[in-house]
C-alpha cells in the first residue's frame, strides 16, 4: 500500500539560491520522497512523496531544519 | 593589536551582527554546507586577527542588512503568485442528508453538492443545479464584471459569491480544480529557463568549482589569506542565479492575477518573435452563437407568421441555426405551430407538416426549388442582398408559398476590433483568419474588424487550418494562433505560438497553450504580447548585471582595488538590483 501525494509548499526565508539548491538535496535524499524540486522564483517546494513511508511532518521537519518555514501548502493531483 | 575604543566598538559591532550568521553557519555546517554564512564569519574573525575589525564589522552588517533586504524585496516578487494561494478556497459547505456541513475543501469529492452563501469562495468546478448568484470570477479570469451563475451554468472554483444562494454539483475538486491548476502552472512556468538562463545555467556547472579551486590558487600564489577569502566570497554567484527567475516569477504571476496565463521558458522568446496572429472566425473573433438579425415578412404575410412558420419547421432540427430561430420565437412570445412529420433535408433545410395540414419549410432557395416554392426576383434580391452582409439567409415557406426570410449572424466579439487594432500596433504586421465558414459570411467579418481579405481563409476543414499556418510558415511567418482550444486543437499545435481563449473552460487548452487567457476578453492578447516582451527584456537586463558584475569584482579583488568590505556590498547591491528591476514586472502598464 502506498499513498502517493504531490504537494506545492509554500515557504518563507529561502533567500539565497544556494539555499535552494541545498533544500532541495535534502528533500529529495528523505525516505519516502519520490520527486522534490524547489523552485526558487516561486519560492516553493514541490514534492511528491509517499505518506505512508514518510508523512508530511517529516518533511515541514527538514524544511525547518534548513531555516525555513511553511507558509501554506497547495496538495496536487498525484497524477500529474 | 592596538585595540582602542573604536576597536572594541567595532568588535562589538561584529560579534552582535555575527552571531546570528555564525549560528547560520553551524547549522548548515552540521549539515555538511560550507555556506557563505562560514565564509563570512571566517572571514571576519580573520579581519579582526589582522587587526581591521572595521571591515568585520561592516562585513557582517552588510550581510545581515543584504540578507533581510533580499528577503524582503524576494517576498515581494513573489506576491503575485502567493495572492493566488491565498485566494485558493481552503473550506467547502457540502450537502449531507439535511444538514450542511463545513469541511476542508479538499474533502469534497466528485458529485458533493456543495452550497455557496454569500462571501464564499466557490471551491470546486462544477455545475449548478439550483439557485442564482452573482459571482466575481476575477481571480480566475481576471475581469471584473461579474458572472450572474442560475441552473446549469459551469462555475470554477475561487470565484466569489457576492449575493444569492447556490447549489452546485462537484464535478473538479480539491487539486484538479482550475484554480489549482493555475497556481500549479504559473509556478512551473515561473522554473522554465529560457535560452538566456539556460546558457548561464551550463556556464554555473563550472563556475562554482573554478572559483574555489581559483581562491586555492590566489591564495598559494599570494599566500595572502584575506584576498583568497575575499576572492570566494565575491564570487559567490547570487545575483547570476537569482537574475532570471525573479523576473520571471513577477512578470507570469502578475499576469496570471488578470487571468493571463503566459507560459515560462523557450515559449517566452518564441512569443516575442511572433510577427503573424492567425485567429479561427467563430467562436474567437465572433461569439460564436449565431443570432437571427432580421425576420422579414413577404406581402400578405406578417413577421409573427414567419417565425412561427419558421420556429415549427426547426422544432426537432438539431442544426446550429434551428437554436437560433427558436430563440428569437421566444424572445418574441411567437409559440411554433405544432407540426409532425419532420423531414430533414441535408444542405437544403427541414419541411415539417402543421397540425392543419399545411407544409412548412426552412431553407435555401434550393430546398424551395425542390419543394416547388415559387420565389420572385425580388424575394431573391431580398436573400441576395442580406447575404452579401454576411447573414445566412433562410427563406420560409407556408403552404407552397414564400411568406418571408430570417437573417442569421455571428457577431463579432465586442472587443476583438480593438484587440486586432493594438496587435497592429505592437508590431504584428499580419493578421490571418481563418475559418470553416463561407467565404462571404467570412469577408464580412473581416471587414469589420479590420482583417484584409488577402489574409481571410474561409471554407478550411480542421486539417485545412493545419496547412493554412504551414502555409504562412514556409513563407517566414512566425506564427501566433488563436482559438478556443478544442476544435482548433491541431492548428495551435502546428503554430509556434498557442493562444487559447476561454481556457478556464478547458483544462487541456490550459496546459497546451503557450497563453491561456481564463476569460474571453481579446484585449488580453496585444498585452500579453507586449507583457511577455517586457519580461524577456528585465530577464536579460538581470543576466548582463549580474555577469557584469562579478566579472567586475573579480577583477577588482584580483587587481587589489577591491576589499572585502566594499566587494560585499556591491555584491549584495547586485542582488538587490536584479530582485528590485524583476519587481517592476508587478506592475502592469495599463489596465484593460
Same mark, same amino acid.
Given at each position: 500500500?502506498?499513498?502517493?501525494?504531490?504537494?506545492?509548499?509554500?515557504?518563507?526565508?529561502?533567500?539565497?539560491?544556494?539555499?535552494?539548491?541545498?533544500?532541495?538535496?535534502?528533500?529529495?535524499?528523505?525516505?519516502?520522497?519520490?520527486?522534490?524540486?524547489?523552485?526558487?522564483?516561486?519560492?516553493?517546494?514541490?514534492?511528491?512523496?509517499?505518506?505512508?513511508?514518510?508523512?508530511?511532518?517529516?518533511?515541514?521537519?527538514?524544511?525547518?531544519?534548513?531555516?525555513?518555514?511553511?507558509?501554506?501548502?497547495?496538495?496536487?493531483?498525484?497524477?500529474? | 593589536?592596538?585595540?582602542?575604543?573604536?576597536?572594541?566598538?567595532?568588535?562589538?559591532?561584529?560579534?552582535?551582527?555575527?552571531?546570528?550568521?555564525?549560528?547560520?553557519?553551524?547549522?548548515?555546517?552540521?549539515?555538511?554546507?560550507?555556506?557563505?554564512?562560514?565564509?563570512?564569519?571566517?572571514?571576519?574573525?580573520?579581519?579582526?586577527?589582522?587587526?581591521?575589525?572595521?571591515?568585520? =564589522?561592516?562585513?557582517?552588517?552588510?550581510?545581515?542588512?543584504?540578507?533581510?533586504? @533580499?528577503?524582503?524585496?524576494?517576498?515581494?516578487?513573489?506576491?503575485?503568485?502567493?495572492?493566488?494561494?491565498?485566494?485558493?478556497?481552503?473550506?467547502?459547505?457540502?450537502?449531507?442528508?439535511?444538514?450542511?456541513?463545513? /469541511?476542508?475543501?479538499?474533502?469534497?469529492?466528485?458529485?458533493?453538492?456543495?452550497?455557496?452563501?454569500?462571501?464564499?469562495?466557490?471551491?470546486?468546478?462544477?455545475?449548478?443545479?439550483?439557485?442564482?448568484?452573482?459571482?466575481?470570477?476575477?481571480?480566475?479570469?481576471?475581469?471584473?464584471?461579474?458572472? @450572474?451563475?442560475?441552473?446549469?451554468?459551469?462555475?470554477?472554483?475561487?470565484?466569489?459569491?457576492?449575493?444569492?444562494?447556490?447549489?452546485?454539483?462537484?464535478?473538479?475538486? &480539491?487539486?484538479?480544480?482550475?484554480?489549482?491548476?493555475?497556481?500549479?502552472?504559473?509556478?512551473?512556468?515561473?522554473?522554465?529557463?529560457?535560452?538566456?538562463?539556460?546558457?548561464?545555467?551550463?556556464?554555473?556547472?563550472?563556475?562554482?568549482?573554478?572559483?574555489?579551486?581559483?581562491?586555492?590558487?590566489?591564495?598559494?600564489?599570494?599566500?595572502?589569506?584575506?584576498?583568497?577569502?575575499?576572492?570566494?566570497?565575491?564570487?559567490?554567484?547570487?545575483?547570476?542565479?537569482?537574475?532570471?527567475?525573479?523576473?520571471?516569477?513577477?512578470?507570469?504571476?502578475?499576469?496570471?492575477?488578470?487571468?493571463?496565463?503566459?507560459?515560462?521558458?523557450?515559449?517566452?522568446?518564441?512569443?516575442?518573435?511572433?510577427?503573424?496572429?492567425?485567429?479561427?472566425?467563430?467562436?474567437?473573433?465572433?461569439?460564436?452563437?449565431?443570432?437571427?438579425?432580421?425576420?422579414? =415578412?413577404?406581402?400578405?404575410?406578417?413577421?409573427?407568421?414567419?417565425?412561427?412558420?419558421? =420556429?415549427?419547421?426547426?422544432?426537432?432540427?438539431?442544426?446550429?441555426?434551428?437554436?437560433?430561430?427558436?430563440?428569437?420565437?421566444?424572445?418574441?412570445?411567437?409559440?411554433?405551430?405544432? +407540426?409532425?412529420?419532420?423531414?430533414?433535408?441535408?444542405?437544403?433545410?427541414?419541411?415539417?407538416?402543421?397540425?392543419?395540414?399545411?407544409?412548412?419549410?426552412?431553407?435555401?432557395?434550393?430546398?424551395?426549388?425542390?419543394?416547388?416554392?415559387?420565389?420572385?426576383?425580388?424575394?431573391?434580391?431580398?436573400?441576395?442582398?442580406?447575404?452579401? @452582409?454576411?447573414?445566412? /439567409?433562410?427563406?420560409?415557406?407556408?403552404?407552397?408559398?414564400?411568406?418571408?426570410?430570417?437573417?442569421?449572424?455571428? @457577431?463579432?466579439?465586442?472587443?476583438?476590433?480593438?484587440?486586432?487594432?493594438?496587435?497592429?500596433?505592437?508590431?504584428?504586421?499580419?493578421?490571418?483568419?481563418?475559418?470553416?465558414?463561407?467565404?462571404?459570411?467570412?469577408?464580412?467579418?473581416?471587414?469589420?474588424?479590420?482583417? *484584409?481579405?488577402?489574409?481571410?481563409?474561409?471554407?478550411?476543414?480542421?486539417?485545412?487550418?493545419?496547412? +493554412?499556418?504551414?502555409?504562412?510558415?514556409?513563407?517566414?511567418?512566425?506564427?501566433?494562433?488563436?482559438?478556443? &482550444?478544442?476544435?482548433?486543437?491541431?492548428?495551435?499545435?502546428?503554430?509556434?505560438?498557442?493562444?487559447?481563449?476561454?481556457?478556464?473552460?478547458?483544462?487541456?487548452?490550459?496546459?497546451?497553450?503557450?497563453?491561456?487567457?481564463?476569460?474571453?476578453?481579446?484585449?488580453?492578447?496585444?498585452?500579453?504580447?507586449?507583457?511577455?516582451?517586457?519580461?524577456?527584456?528585465?530577464?536579460?537586463?538581470?543576466?548582463?548585471?549580474?555577469?557584469?558584475? /562579478?566579472?567586475?569584482?573579480?577583477?577588482?579583488?584580483?587587481?587589489?582595488?577591491?576589499?572585502?568590505?566594499?566587494?560585499?556590498?556591491? *555584491?549584495?547591491?547586485?542582488?538587490?538590483?536584479?530582485?528590485?528591476?524583476?519587481?517592476?514586472?508587478?506592475?502592469?502598464?495599463?489596465?484593460?
Amino acid at each position: 500500500m502506498s499513498d502517493i501525494r504531490r504537494e506545492m509548499i509554500m515557504l518563507s526565508g529561502l533567500n539565497c539560491p544556494t539555499c535552494a539548491a541545498k533544500l532541495e538535496k535534502a528533500v529529495q535524499s528523505t525516505p519516502g520522497v519520490t520527486e522534490a524540486k524547489v523552485v526558487f522564483g516561486a519560492g516553493s517546494l514541490n514534492v511528491e512523496y509517499d505518506a505512508t513511508v514518510v508523512p508530511y511532518e517529516r518533511i515541514a521537519e527538514v524544511v525547518s531544519r534548513m531555516g525555513m518555514t511553511v507558509t501554506a501548502r497547495v496538495p496536487g493531483s498525484a497524477s500529474r | 593589536m592596538n585595540l582602542s575604543a573604536v576597536n572594541w566598538l567595532m568588535i562589538a559591532v561584529a560579534i552582535a551582527a555575527g552571531a546570528p550568521i555564525a549560528k547560520e553557519a553551524v547549522t548548515k555546517l552540521r549539515m555538511r554546507q560550507f555556506s557563505i554564512a562560514l565564509l563570512v564569519v571566517l572571514a571576519s574573525i580573520g579581519a579582526v586577527l589582522i587587526g581591521e575589525a572595521w571591515e568585520a =564589522a561592516v562585513v557582517t552588517v552588510l550581510y545581515v542588512l543584504g540578507g533581510w533586504l @533580499e528577503s524582503r524585496t524576494l517576498a515581494r516578487t513573489r506576491s503575485a503568485l502567493k495572492e493566488l494561494v491565498d485566494a485558493m478556497p481552503r473550506t467547502a459547505r457540502v450537502r449531507r442528508g439535511d444538514d450542511i456541513v463545513e /469541511v476542508s475543501a479538499y474533502e469534497v469529492v466528485r458529485g458533493d453538492i456543495v452550497v455557496v452563501r454569500p462571501g464564499d469562495l466557490v471551491p470546486v468546478d462544477g455545475e449548478v443545479i439550483s439557485g442564482s448568484a452573482s459571482l466575481d470570477t476575477s481571480s480566475v479570469t481576471g475581469e471584473s464584471m461579474p458572472m @450572474e451563475a442560475g441552473v446549469g451554468a459551469r462555475v470554477t472554483s475561487g470565484s466569489v459569491s457576492l449575493g444569492g444562494y447556490l447549489e452546485i454539483r462537484a464535478e473538479q475538486v &480539491g487539486a484538479d480544480t482550475t484554480f489549482s491548476q493555475l497556481i500549479y502552472l504559473v509556478a512551473e512556468a515561473g522554473e522554465q529557463k529560457p535560452r538566456v538562463q539556460r546558457t548561464l545555467d551550463r556556464f554555473a556547472q563550472w563556475y562554482t568549482p573554478s572559483v574555489i579551486s581559483a581562491s586555492a590558487l590566489v591564495y598559494l600564489v599570494s599566500r595572502d589569506m584575506h584576498l583568497a577569502l575575499t576572492f570566494l566570497v565575491i564570487a559567490c554567484p547570487g545575483a547570476l542565479v537569482a537574475a532570471a527567475p525573479v523576473a520571471m516569477i513577477a512578470g507570469l504571476g502578475s499576469s496570471a492575477r488578470r487571468g493571463v496565463l503566459i507560459k515560462g521558458g523557450e515559449r517566452l522568446e518564441r512569443i516575442v518573435g511572433i510577427d503573424t496572429v492567425a485567429f479561427d472566425k467563430t467562436g474567437t473573433l465572433t461569439r460564436g452563437r449565431p443570432r437571427v438579425v432580421a425576420v422579414e =415578412a413577404f406581402e400578405g404575410s406578417s413577421p409573427q407568421q414567419v417565425t412561427a412558420a419558421a =420556429a415549427s419547421a426547426e422544432l426537432r432540427s438539431e442544426h446550429h441555426l434551428a437554436s437560433a430561430i427558436l430563440a428569437r420565437a421566444e424572445a418574441d412570445g411567437v409559440a411554433p405551430l405544432p +407540426a409532425h412529420d419532420w423531414d430533414l433535408r441535408p444542405g437544403q433545410g427541414v419541411v415539417a407538416v402543421t397540425e392543419d395540414g399545411r407544409q412548412a419549410a426552412v431553407g435555401n432557395t434550393a430546398l424551395m426549388k425542390a419543394l416547388g416554392v415559387a420565389v420572385s426576383p425580388e424575394q431573391l434580391a431580398a436573400v441576395e442582398g442580406r447575404e452579401a @452582409e454576411g447573414e445566412t /439567409v433562410a427563406l420560409v415557406s407556408l403552404a407552397d408559398r414564400a411568406i418571408g426570410l430570417i437573417g442569421i449572424a455571428d @457577431e463579432p466579439r465586442p472587443d476583438a476590433a480593438q484587440a486586432i487594432a493594438a496587435l497592429r500596433d505592437a508590431g504584428i504586421d499580419r493578421i490571418v483568419m481563418l475559418t470553416g465558414d463561407n467565404r462571404r459570411a467570412a469577408l464580412h467579418i473581416g471587414a469589420a474588424l479590420g482583417i *484584409h481579405s488577402d489574409h481571410i481563409r474561409a471554407g478550411l476543414m480542421p486539417d485545412e487550418k493545419v496547412g +493554412a499556418i504551414r502555409d504562412l510558415q514556409a513563407a517566414g511567418a512566425r506564427v501566433a494562433m488563436v482559438g478556443d &482550444g478544442i476544435n482548433d486543437a491541431p492548428a495551435l499545435a502546428m503554430a509556434d505560438v498557442s493562444i487559447a481563449i476561454g481556457a478556464s473552460a478547458t483544462r487541456a487548452a490550459m496546459e497546451a497553450a503557450d497563453i491561456a487567457l481564463m476569460s474571453n476578453n481579446l484585449m488580453r492578447i496585444p498585452q500579453a504580447m507586449s507583457h511577455s516582451r517586457r519580461i524577456l527584456r528585465v530577464v536579460r537586463q538581470n543576466v548582463a548585471l549580474a555577469v557584469g558584475v /562579478v566579472l567586475f569584482l573579480l577583477a577588482g579583488v584580483l587587481a587589489g582595488r577591491v576589499h572585502l568590505a566594499s566587494g560585499m556590498a556591491v *555584491h549584495e547591491a547586485s542582488i538587490l538590483a536584479v530582485t528590485l528591476n524583476g519587481m517592476r514586472l508587478l506592475k502592469q502598464p495599463r489596465r484593460g
